[in-house]
């Protein structure tokens, strides 16, 4: 008789725990991976509730169903799980969210409404493996990865300072993307940080996929092809800027983190050049300048001068450029508007490709059509090499999301010098200056040290001086604290 | 008053004067101050940078005093109608030096580089570029100011090329001229500073404009230090006579320039110049829309629009040399007047206003 009592009790009480599960996994069940179970102890009966594709089935195999199996209620539960946060709650959005996340939600009829929520969250990552992008051939191998705590940890690692702070957003209504933003307190200007936040704060996106949305959501003007945010996929490279006062942005899911304020010039120094002798270093950033002058004006000056200053051509090189373009049919500005466009199909090809064709691709392209078109009497040999440098120097570029703007403002230029010739090219250039005079990141103006003319900044703008003379920080960040190291400190060496 | 983002360094001025002092009469002074001048005509160079020097002595102490722009100043001063007709006075004279500058340049363009050139075309294109430059703001302009200076400085090193065949000789004897000659030789130079009379609408777009007056000074000096270099150049290098067909001596200049890899560098020295040109222009205009927006509440946009319409007309319409000359003319002896002779009155006028006041007080 009072075996069936009992019976009936615990039947009852199953009833119960099942209901009041089923109003919070009401929604969630409807998915197919999402599982419920019930677990049954000598005492009572736990429900668990957890997305099988979220959850790390050893830890709820090993952890949590083992400790349920000798627990009486949620209290001692809770005590007996060897989990840091655990949550107690019954807000039924907040562990709808937490089971998003991963968690998984134990509960029983015994301990009413009381939800405990412990997190299994299985992780599926990468292995920090070298950079690709900024491949550096001294200095450290790590780069991001997609998760946002390895990536902190990354940085945190190499900043062990309490001031270092890590502000959470969340942005995205369907993504639900966490988006840190990363400052040292005392040195970071309040000012941009809390632009920074704001901004975040202030968007209205359902997802954001990489911090490349993020970059062209937040930043100062949309429309510019130039970004006004670097993104880096070196620790080291961010670990450094924060120390320079800057602010850095890390987004879930997103192998590159953004770095702001910053200049022009900093978008053409390679985190290398801080691990190269200061000479070696300063030659390197100055071949890039050049190269991207270079990648830019080089087509159009081409194209002016062959449609309308022939008289510019000294006479020793006339010869060379007329019998490259005697048996040419076509205009200059046609002549060079085909090869980089081939240049272009190759390199989107390229990219678009597995590596493995994609090599062949560069091959049969560069080559076989380059030749040929020669050949064919399509283009001029002169401005096969032309524009064949003029790409190559593109690729200079340490920021990929610069090469690809270098690459697109190229073809204004060309336009334009076919229009009024010189005259064209350094009408589009003014465009281009004032264009880049009125780009602002953060509020701070991006053509620094240029302009505003700042005098001390150029020691890590053109050229990288010595260490010993970069004692104080960018006066462009606006930093609280502007001095690095004391230099007259730095200068002495004991013997 | 000026909201403080927009205002910049006092240091800047150093720039904003010199930029718009070299524009486009460096190309070509040196004919007309020979003319009088002869291998004196250096002289002249120093004798205008110093009065231009005394008359930005005297554009601070005006400015100073008041703290607020030219129009500002003549309506406090003249009251509104009276003050606002002399405003008007002072925008004709900047969209005159405007369209001047713009005229010559283009052409300049047409005469050494690009015959074939669309005059309304190019001209277009200039316009666009300059209201792109003027919805930035001062900063963009203050900007362009500073890059216009910096980027071309290299050309002047081409200028070492005819050194090899300059006669310094020639500069010998000096002071064979009277006084008279000088006089005219001084004021037809001081013809090639103005331009800086813009200093009295972006004064209140200066932090402590007080203390950037020396930086304005050192811009003075600046431009006279190239105008001697290149003036002393060409007294070396041309005869007085051989000048006096030279319209544009310092092109010809360019013309001995040899490079391995340009033939007629002239070309790369007037493509550079255009970014020598546009802080000219963009300052000219901006002084003169600030100016009207002063006189008459319209919004900055549009004025900006008239403005750089009217200036489009007229460089269209002012092409051919005679009527550019005849432009040349007019704008020069607007100029000359009104910084040499209305400044000083102004300034002695507002000085005598001021004690008045006070002692009313």
């Known amino acids: ?495 | 008053m000026v909201q403080k983002e927009e205002q910049v360094s006092p240091f800047l001025v150093f720039f904003l004067i010199h930029a718009i002092q070299v524009g486009v009469g460096i190309l070509g002074f040196q004919r007309i101050v020979i003319k009088s001048g002869g291998n004196d005509s250096w002289i002249a160079v120093i004798a205008a940078a110093i009065i231009v020097s005394a008359v930005i002595f005297i554009l601070y102490t005006l400015l100073n005093r008041h703290q607020m722009d030219i129009i500002q100043i003549q309506k406090k001063l003249f009251g509104k109608y009276i003050g606002s007709l002399f405003g008007l006075i002072w925008i004709m004279n900047w969209i005159l030096l405007t369209v001047t500058v713009l005229s010559s340049f283009v052409e300049i363009v047409e005469v050494w580089v690009f015959s074939t050139i669309n005059i309304y075309v190019f001209a277009f294109i200039f316009i666009l570029l300059t209201y792109y430059c003027l919805t930035g703001g001062f900063r963009v302009v203050a900007g362009i100011c500073v890059l216009g200076t910096i980027i071309p400085m290299y050309l002047y090193l081409t200028f070492l090329f005819p050194l090899e065949h300059t006669h310094l000789r020639n500069l010998l004897p000096i002071w064979n001229h009277s006084i008279k000659e000088m006089g005219l030789a001084t004021r037809d130079m001081s013809l090639s500073y103005l331009g800086f009379s813009s200093l009295l609408m972006y004064y209140p777009y200066i932090k402590n404009a007080k203390s950037s007056q020396k930086w304005a000074h050192f811009g003075n000096i600046l431009t006279c230090l190239i105008y001697l270099f290149l003036m002393v150049i060409t007294i070396g290098y041309f005869s007085e006579k051989q000048l006096s067909h030279h319209i544009w001596a310092t092109l010809s200049l360019w013309k001995i320039v040899e490079l391995p890899f340009v033939e007629r560098f002239e070309y790369i020295g007037i493509t550079s110049w255009v970014l020598m040109i546009l802080p000219n222009i963009c300052l000219l205009v901006w002084a003169a829309a600030e100016g009207i927006g002063k006189v008459v509440n319209i919004k900055q946009k549009k004025v900006l629009l008239i403005i750089l319409l009217i200036v489009y007309i007229l460089t269209i319409f002012m092409s051919g040399r005679e009527r550019i000359d005849m432009m040349n003319n007019v704008s020069a002896k607007l100029g000359l007047f009104l910084l040499f002779v209305y400044i000083p009155v102004l300034s002695a006028y507002s000085f005598v206003w001021n004690k008045l006041k006070e002692k009313k007080k």
């Not at chain 1, 900024?134 to 690692?157: A, C, D, M, W």
């Not at chain 1, 988006?179 to 997802?207: C, F, H, M, P, S």
């Not at chain 1, 678009?352 to 691709?361: H, S």
């Not at chain 1, 006066?475 to 004391?486: G, L, M, Y």
Request: aromatic share 10%; glycine share 4%; net charge neutral.
């Open chain 1, 1 to 495: 008789m009072f075996r069936t009592r009992k019976k009936d009790k615990t039947s009852a009480e199953n009833k119960k725990a099942a209901e009041t599960i089923q109003t919070v996994f009401n929604d969630l069940s409807a998915s197919d991976d999402f599982k419920q179970s019930f677990v049954t102890n000598r005492h009572v009966t736990f429900c668990i509730g957890f997305y099988e594709t979220l959850t790390e089935a050893d830890i709820l195999h090993k952890d949590i169903l083992h400790n349920v199996q000798k627990a009486v209620s949620i209290e001692e539960l809770t005590a007996l799980l060897p989990f840091e946060d655990l949550k107690i709650s019954e807000d039924v959005t907040l562990i709808q969210d937490a089971l998003l996340q991963g968690s998984v939600c134990i509960h029983n009829s015994i301990s009413n409404k009381q939800f405990c929520l412990v997190k299994a969250k299985s992780a599926k990552e990468r292995q920090v493996a070298p950079p690709e992008v900024e491949f550096s051939v001294v200095g450290p191998k790590e780069s991001f990865v997609e998760s946002y705590q390895t990536n902190i940890h990354l940085i945190r690692k190499r900043l062990p300072i309490s001031n270092l702070v890590v502000k959470e957003r969340t942005v995205g209504r369907l993504s639900k993307t966490k988006v840190g933003v990363l400052y040292i307190e005392g040195i970071a200007n309040k000012e941009n940080y809390n632009t920074v936040l704001q901004r975040i704060e202030d968007l209205n996106i359902d997802q954001i996929a990489d911090s490349s949305y993020l970059t062209q959501l937040i930043q100062d003007n949309q429309h510019s092809p130039f970004p006004q945010f670097i993104d880096t996929e070196r620790p080291d490279r961010i670990a450094a800027v924060l120390g320079e006062g800057k602010v850095a942005i890390i987004v879930d899911g997103a192998p590159h983190a953004l770095i702001g304020p910053t200049t022009i010039f900093e978008f053409f120094s390679a985190f290398e050049d801080y691990y190269l002798n200061w000479l070696v270093a300063s030659f390197f950033r100055l071949v890039r300048f050049f190269a991207v002058l270079f990648s830019i004006l080089v087509t159009p000056l081409y194209v002016a001068v062959l449609t309308y200053h022939y008289e510019l051509i000294p006479k020793d090189m006339v010869s060379t450029l007329v019998t490259s373009r005697t048996a040419i049919p076509l205009p200059p500005i046609l002549e060079a508007l085909i090869l980089e466009l081939a240049i272009e199909l190759l390199r989107e090809a390229g990219a678009r490709l597995p590596t493995k064709v994609g090599q062949t691709i560069g091959i049969v392209g560069g080559i076989v059509i380059g030749t040929a078109s020669v050949e064919a009497g399509l283009t001029s040999n002169v401005l096969l090499i032309i524009v064949a440098l003029a790409a190559l120097a593109s690729f200079t570029t340490p920021v990929y999301q610069m090469g690809n703007t270098i690459r697109l403002i190229r073809f204004p230029f060309l336009l334009m010098s076919h229009y009024i010739g010189l005259i064209g090219v350094a009408i589009s250039f003014c465009f281009l200056l004032i264009h880049l005079l009125r780009l602002s990141s953060l509020g701070r103006p991006f053509l620094e040290p240029l302009f505003p003319l700042r005098v001390f900044d150029l020691k890590d703008a053109l050229i990288r001086l010595p260490f010993k003379y970069q004692s104080k920080r960018p006066i462009q960040a606006q930093t609280e604290d502007t001095v690095k190291f004391n230099q007259s400190e730095a200068k002495h060496k004991n013997e």
